[in-house]
Each structure stands twice: as C-alpha cells, then as structure tokens.
C-alpha cells in the first residue's frame, strides 16, 4: 500500500501540472478538432451517393473515427517519446535508479495524472456534444461499453509499454530520428487509427494481424461501432492480453539491460 500512495502521488502531482498549463490542453483539442473536420470530409467525399462501403455504413465510419481520435488525443496526453529519449540522451535517467520506485510505473502513474486532466477537461465536454449531435452507432448494451472501455484501456497500456521500450532503444542507437518516423508511421498504419482494417488489400491486413499495433485502436473501435460481436470479440480481447504480456515481458527485459548497460559504464 505505501508504494501505491507514492505512485498515486505522482499521479495527483501530473494531474496538477497538466492544470497548470491548461494552455496546452485547449492547443490539443483545438488540433483534434481540425483533424476530425479533416478525416470527416475526407470520409464524406469517399461514401457520397453510397449507403455503405464493404457493408460499413457511414454512420458507423463516422463514429469509428470519432472514437479513433478520442483515443488518440488521450494516448497523447502521457508522456511523449521523445521526452523520454532526451532523458537517457542527457544521462538523467540515471537519477532514476537510485530512487525508491519502478521507472516504468512512475511513467505510468504519472501519465495517469495528465491523461485524466485532459479527458475531464478537453474530451468529455467536446465528444459529449458531438455524440448527442450527431446520429452515430453507439454500443446499444451495457456489456459493449465495458469491452469498449476494457479493450481501450489494453489498448493504451500496449502502446505504453511499446513507447517506452523504443524510448530506451536510445541506449543503443543514441540517434534514433529516422528509426521514430519508421515507427510512427507502422502505428498510424497499422493499428487502424486513420484507415479501418476492413479496407485493408488482404496482403496487408494479414501482415497487420501479426502486430501488436492493431490492439491499440482498431480493436476498441471496432467493439464500439459493433463491427466485433460473440466469439470474435472474446479473441479480440484475448489477442490484446497477449500483446499486453508480450510487449510488457519486452518493456521489462529491455529495462534489465538498461540498469545493466548503466551500471557496467559507471563502474
């Protein structure tokens, strides 16, 4: 229990910061916005004069990319990478060692502060309003919303572990510009945050379910939208518990090394 009060601390400090510069939050929602407006019409241009695309609605499009870019604007709430690079390339993660807490749960709890800030503050109020406006395919029992916020829960804790093992990755690589724009574009494409796996040529839709990226956005907006039901979406969720412990399992083997790598250098 004393060290989930020290992580929560971090926690309530993050939420307290994130409030601090409020600024920065409005300059988020502000870019979601114009995203939203863009992919929107984009989407609009595409299903105009059709009823549904590959027996996808448009209702049902409009709400997945609602939803992708709810999550999307709380993913980028946390901490971003190239914090966390900058970090190891100073050597002020050394001072994380020989403090008494986990590195990666202090990331984490930490991240829970900003990313609460920004949903109560920018998102509820913004995506309340548009999914009242607009009619939009919402999950229709109560047992969607709880996978839907399950899977979006996995879905963050994936890309979080993922994040950070690519952050450490700066041990090596020391430079890893060209690597990061490699490794933003596999998850813009891959885990269907943009462009649904249902519209995916089968060659590459079959490459993106070996990834674990397809777990961090297509699988909770898929729930939501309906397009995942019965014994589908159970493997869904099961396929994201994989991921977790597999990208988790990596996250902290990568760690061990770093403390080794650290410790082999200092003496």
Known sequence: MGHLRLYLEFTRKSFQRAAAYRFDAWTRLFSNIIFLFMWGSIWYGLYHGKESVQGISFQSMLSYI??????????SAGTPL??????????????????PYDYPFRLLFADLGSITFYFLIAVLPLYSVLFFTFD??????????????????????????????????????????GVEDIF????SLFSGSVIPLWFFPEWLASLARFLPFQTIFFVPNAIFVGQLEGQALIQAVVLQGFWLFLTYTLLRFVWRRVIHKLVVQGG
């Open 66 to 75: 609602l939803v992708s870019h709810l999550l999307q604007g709380v993913h």
């Open 82 to 99: 190239w914090e966390i690079q900058e970090r190891v390339r100073t050597g002020d993660i050394a001072m994380e060692f020989i403090r």
């Open 136 to 177: 939009l395919s919402l999950p229709a029992t109560l047992d969607r919303w709880l996978f839907f916020l399950f899977a979006a829960v996995l879905g963050y804790l994936i890309r979080f572990c993922i994040e950070l093992t690519f952050g450490l990755f700066t041990f090596w690589l020391v430079e890893t510009g």
């Open 184 to 187: 933003y574009f596999a998850i």
